[in-house]
């Protein structure tokens, strides 16, 4: 089955979630994660966001670059990224030099459908 695996380019845990909310309100043309800056507003998950990935049949995998060494994806990946894992192989469907031109969930979304069903 496949899985969806979203990596936040921020440490995981509740003091990196309070400073990186902060980061969002204080500077955020300066915010180094722009999945958690698209998907995320200061408390919780955007809803557009989290009903589209609830529809979405496949596993969902959400790792910090905290994270990430130990994930055992392919390290040379540039974060933030969304990955599609097979199982056997894993394709990046949204790099980090795409997030400049993803300025919301919903633009998000359209990306990750067309890239979905053109199949990744």
Known sequence: MDKLVMVYNADGGWENAIMDSLHKIFSPSTYPCKLCAVTF???KMEKTWE???NKQPMEKVFLHKDEWPSSGYDQSITLPAILLDS???AKVLVSAAEWNDIPD???LIRVLEMKLTQGA
């Open 87 to 89: 199982g056997t192989s």
């Open 105 to 107: 969930a919903a633009t």
């Open 41 to 43: 507003g200061l408390r």
């Open 51 to 53: 009903d589209w990935l």
